[in-house]
């Protein structure tokens, strides 16, 4: 079965410090790993995917399959980066997202 | 380019009566989804349509819920007769193929008392 998990519901920062939002799935085979954020008032919208091996507005996010996880980093928090994070899985030639149940991130001033 | 529509953009209703939801996905997207977002929860995905065509709807209650995608391009949910349990954000999201990023709508909260 297809699970993910994001420990915290809650995770509050202030701006200039680093920021990890912890993601950890479940799933057999190679997945596909996505985080999708939801600022206030907007859309949920894809932020970054791990076949990209991308930066995008600072956060990072490396797959560690030995670990399951699928962290979400940033050096240095913005207060714009409060938002509504999840992490999200595809299974190996699957269509369908499993998402996980989010993270809220306040960055404080 | 517009985004994904959807409406009403909130509905309140007493169980057992029934509400439908509308979507209409970015031009030329061939792939929808319907999801229902719980309070504290993420979304979970209803049903999957490809063209008019129903790809997975494996956790769609279809006692109660049914969709539609006639004309391979809007879409329409409906719940009938709808559960207390039925209170949350339902979102659409639809993507130009399956495996492409998915784009998502608003979303409709529904609250059912």
């Known amino acids: 079965a297809q699970r993910v998990t994001q420990p915290e519901k809650l995770l509050s920062v202030f701006k200039g410090a680093p920021v990890e939002l912890k993601c950890n799935y479940s799933y057999s085979g190679s997945p596909e790993l996505f985080w999708y954020v939801q600022y206030s008032r907007q859309r949920l919208q894809l932020l970054l995917r791990?076949?990209s091996r991308e930066s995008i507005k600072g956060f990072t996010a490396d797959l560690n399959k030995g670990e399951t996880s699928f962290h979400l980093k940033k050096p240095f928090a913005q207060e714009e980066d409060s938002a509504m994070y999840y992490c999200?899985?595809?299974?190996?030639?699957?269509?369908?997202?499993?998402f996980g149940q989010g993270t809220r991130l306040t960055i404080n001033p | 380019e517009a985004g994904v529509a959807q409406s009403p953009r909130y509905k309140i209703i007493e169980k057992r009566q029934s509400v439908a939801f509308w979507c209409n996905p970015i031009s030329g997207h061939a792939t929808l989804y319907w999801y229902q977002q719980i309070l504290g929860q993420g979304p979970k995905l209803l049903i999957q349509f490809q063209n008019n065509g129903v790809v997975d709807d494996s956790q769609l209650p279809k006692d109660r819920f049914s969709a539609e995608r006639l004309k391979g391009v809007d879409s329409t949910l409906k719940i009938q007769p709808a559960k207390l349990e039925d209170s949350a954000v339902y979102l659409c999201a639809s993507s130009l193929e399956p495996l492409k990023e998915q784009y998502f709508g608003p979303g409709t909260r529904l609250t059912v008392t």
């Open positions: 999200a899985l595809k299974g190996a030639g699957a269509q369908k997202l499993v």
């Open positions: 791990h076949i």
